[in-house]
């Protein structure tokens, strides 16, 4: 399957600074990305939907202004947790899917941990 | 969003016995997806299954997709050890392009 390559794995950052979360798809075209936020011990979450070269669209209850989205490119989104703070602390996965793949997988990142202290 | 329920939350069997677990979901959909996740780790894609087929298999894992029930289950045969994780089942819903999960089954399988 196509590969989604997100980064970093893990991070630790101190409350009140912002944390960048990049998601890249390595050998497709990735005209439409989702991040998702897990808790521990519950299911993924979907925060926003980012289409290339537009605004993303989020999810009932996630706060944009805090919560990032840029898909600037057709193989890179990127999601920024600004002012974070430990109730931010999550596991952050994003997929990506080409146009004209309604049938098939998304194909997902391998998450990054995000803890704030 | 989440798109159903999983059923159950938490599964505890015997090394070679099967596991059944079941989701759940509330709209139309194109499709459903099981995916395993072992603790603290990123999803593994297990099997999509269409909205117009009703079983499938892959190796030890068979999947069956009732629309009318709007239910899916996912049989592991002759469990191991390492199957051991939480496996959810994903929904894309008619019309859309978004992945929403369900609340997922925790399997720990006793060696």
């Known amino acids: 399957g196509a590969v989604v390559s997100q980064h970093p794995s893990r991070v630790i950052c101190k409350s009140g600074t912002s944390v960048k979360i990049e998601c890249r798809s390595l050998?497709?075209?990735?005209?439409?990305m989702f991040w998702y936020r897990q808790f521990p011990k519950q299911s993924l979450m979907l925060m926003a939907t980012?289409?290339?070269?537009?605004?993303?669209?989020?999810e009932q209850g996630v706060e944009k202004d805090k919560f990032l989205i840029n898909h600037a490119s057709l193989t890179l989104s990127t999601l920024t947790v600004t002012s974070a703070h430990p109730e931010d602390s999550s596991f952050y996965i994003c997929s990506a899917r080409s146009a004209g793949t309604v049938n098939t997988e998304a194909f997902f990142g391998q998450g990054t941990r995000l803890t704030v202290v | 969003s989440q798109q159903g329920e999983e059923d159950p939350q938490a599964l505890s069997i015997q090394e070679g016995e099967n596991a059944t677990m079941n989701c759940s979901y509330k709209t139309s959909i194109n499709n459903l997806q099981w995916y395993r996740q072992n603790s603290g780790r990123g999803l593994v894609h297990l099997i999509l299954?269409?909205?117009?087929?009703r079983e499938k298999h892959s190796g030890r894992l068979r999947v069956t997709l009732d629309t009318s029930k709007k239910s899916s289950s996912l049989l592991i045969t002759a469990s191991r050890a390492a199957d051991t994780a939480s496996y959810f089942c994903a929904t894309d819903a008619t019309g859309g392009f978004k992945t929403i999960f369900g609340a997922g089954t925790r399997l720990f399988v006793k060696a």
């Open positions: 980012s289409n290339e070269g537009s605004k993303a669209t989020y």
């Open positions: 299954i269409r909205s117009n087929e």
């Open positions: 050998d497709f075209q990735a005209t439409t």
